[in-house]
């Protein structure tokens, strides 16, 4: 297979064994082969030389609607004939499929000092400066690489680490921005409404009640 490149796998136990299989021939990961595993089982994950990053099954919401189903046939209920599919509860991010992997060196280094300084005000043209090359040649490099320019590319990491912070803390959202390398609430607010269709506040309480009703 070419470099980079995924692998998906059924379970944690095969990636795993496709990890250790990597290291064994010499090859980098996720530089190289970036790899997702399901189940999300921290004595596996956890203790690989590189953890796993996993899908997580939510085995809590798995249960409780099997619970469901059980109930009904214990009353009568005929059990219905279709699958039904219920979502995952999202993937534990680990060493193993860092985001950060790229083929150009160059390019994930930026990448690197994008992510420790969202805080920070800082554009194409100060990471040219930082990293010596021209701000044209370094826009090259990342629409080679990642097909996209780094206003965006910052931008996405951005509007993702404000998402986290609004879904995962209680923080205002002033404060998100001032977090996340946005001038004023304002500012991030209007991006947040382009993303993800909702401002900060009604999104966090969107989340919120969603997570209650499963």
Same mark, same amino acid.
């Given at each position: 297979?070419?470099?980079?490149?995924? *692998?998906?796998? $059924?379970?944690? &136990?095969?990636?795993?064994?496709?990890?250790?299989?990597?290291?064994?021939?010499?090859?980098?990961?996720?530089?190289?082969?970036? *790899?997702?595993?399901?189940?999300?089982?921290?004595? *596996?994950?956890?203790? $690989?030389?590189?953890?796993?990053? =996993?899908?997580?099954?939510?085995?809590?919401? *798995?249960?409780?609607?099997?619970? %469901?189903?059980?109930?009904?046939?214990? $009353?009568?209920?005929?059990?219905?004939?279709?699958?039904?599919?219920?979502? /995952?509860? @999202?993937?534990?991010?680990?060493? =193993?499929?860092?985001?950060?992997?790229?083929?150009? /060196? %160059?390019?994930?280094?930026?990448?690197?000092?994008?992510?420790?300084?969202? !805080? #920070?005000?800082?554009?194409?043209?100060? %990471?040219?400066?930082?990293?010596?090359?021209?701000?044209?040649?370094?826009?090259?490099? &990342?629409? #080679?690489?990642?097909?996209?320019?780094?206003?965006?590319? %910052?931008?996405?990491?951005?509007?993702?680490?404000?998402?986290?912070?609004?879904?995962?803390?209680?923080?205002?959202?002033?404060?998100?921005?001032?977090?996340?390398?946005?001038?004023?609430? /304002?500012?991030?607010? !209007? @991006? &947040? #409404? $382009? !993303?993800? @269709?909702? /401002?900060?506040? !009604?999104?966090?309480? &969107?989340?919120? =009640?969603?997570?209650?009703?499963?």
């Amino acid at each position: 297979m070419p470099h980079p490149t995924a *692998i998906f796998c $059924q379970n944690d &136990f095969a990636a795993a064994w496709i990890l250790n299989r990597c290291l064994e021939e010499g090859w980098q990961v996720p530089e190289e082969f970036a *790899i997702l595993g399901v189940d999300n089982n921290p004595l *596996i994950c956890d203790l $690989q030389p590189i953890r796993l990053s =996993s899908v997580n099954k939510d085995f809590a919401t *798995i249960a409780y609607e099997g619970c %469901l189903l059980l109930q009904k046939m214990m $009353q009568g209920k005929k059990a219905p004939n279709e699958v039904h599919l219920l979502q /995952p509860g @999202g993937i534990a991010v680990r060493a =193993s499929t860092d985001a950060m992997a790229v083929a150009d /060196p %160059l390019v994930r280094d930026v990448l690197h000092y994008m992510e420790s300084n969202l !805080r #920070k005000p800082f554009g194409a043209a100060e %990471l040219a400066g930082l990293f010596n090359i021209s701000e044209a040649a370094l826009q090259k490099r &990342f629409r #080679k690489s990642l097909h996209t320019t780094i206003h965006k590319k %910052l931008m996405d990491m951005r509007l993702q680490r404000a998402a986290h912070l609004v879904t995962s803390t209680e923080a205002p959202v002033e404060e998100i921005a001032a977090m996340t390398g946005f001038c004023n609430a /304002p500012h991030l607010t !209007r @991006g &947040f #409404k $382009q !993303r993800h @269709g909702l /401002p900060p506040l !009604r999104y966090r309480k &969107f989340q919120q =009640s969603t997570a209650t009703n499963r």
